[in-house]
């Protein structure tokens, strides 16, 4: 079955670790996107890479960082910088770039301990 | 500034009862509106996308249309399992590669 899956579905983070998130899709899509959700908040853009090798930072990168190496991967690292990381990360992926619906993942509950 | 605004934040209905979930947007110009469902915990689930002002999208009890200015959701004879929180979200020209998503409306069917 096609589809993008993410990886663990919880994670507890001491304060001052690095932690990767980690994102994989089958789906042959060249976009790729991290968001970040807050209870009673929409969905705010991290990352987004329309091609292997390249990313661009969405608007709350600080205290991120992405790698986007395999056009099935696109792994997000929560840095000890980012002062506030709870909250539940979703990685998505569209076709030709962004130019079609996003889909999905199952998403990431990071908890710090 | 871009931007999409969801209301109402949440709605309570009874079960068969018709309603409207409205999505109003402020962008340069539109790309395309995006309908998604989210379930607790889970991910996005993709249902509808409108490209122009006056065109429509039908899937069982929901209907997306779309205006210059707003989309609206609707549901028609509502069941329980349609409760969930609805998500819309706009891509803008020219910068089309990010999606801009609204904070959602919180549906709530009671049977």
């Known amino acids: 079955d096609g589809g993008i899956t993410q990886s663990p579905k919880y994670l507890f983070r001491k304060e001052g670790q690095n932690v990767t998130l980690s994102c994989e899709q089958n789906l042959n899509h060249d976009a790729m996107y991290w968001y970040r959700q807050d209870p009673g908040q929409g969905l705010r853009l991290i990352y987004y890479?329309?091609?292997?090798?390249?990313?661009q930072k969405g608007d709350i990168a600080e205290g991120y960082s992405v790698s986007r190496e395999k056009k099935e991967s696109f792994p997000l690292t929560v840095t000890s910088a980012q002062k506030n990381p709870t909250a539940f990360y979703l990685c998505?992926?569209?076709?030709?770039?962004?130019?079609?619906?996003?889909?999905f993942g199952q998403g990431t509950r990071l908890t710090v301990v | 500034e871009d931007q999409v605004t969801q209301s109402p934040e949440a709605l309570r209905l009874q079960e068969g009862e018709s309603s409207s979930l409205n999505c109003s947007y402020t962008?340069?110009?539109?790309?395309?509106l995006f309908w998604y469902r989210q379930d607790p915990g889970k991910g996005p689930e993709f249902l509808f996308t409108?490209?122009?002002a006056g065109e429509e999208k039908e899937k069982e009890r929901l209907k997306a249309t779309l205006t210059k200015k707003e989309s609206f959701l609707h549901i028609t004879a509502p069941k329980p399992e349609d409760s969930a929180t609805y998500l819309c979200a706009v891509q803008a020209i020219p910068n089309f590669n990010k999606f801009y998503f609204g904070s959602g409306t919180k549906l709530n069917v009671k049977p």
């Open positions: 962008v340069s110009g539109l790309r395309g």
């Open positions: 890479s329309q091609i292997v090798n390249d990313f």
């Open positions: 409108l490209y122009s």
């Open positions: 998505a992926s569209s076709r030709n770039g962004g130019d079609t619906e996003a889909f």
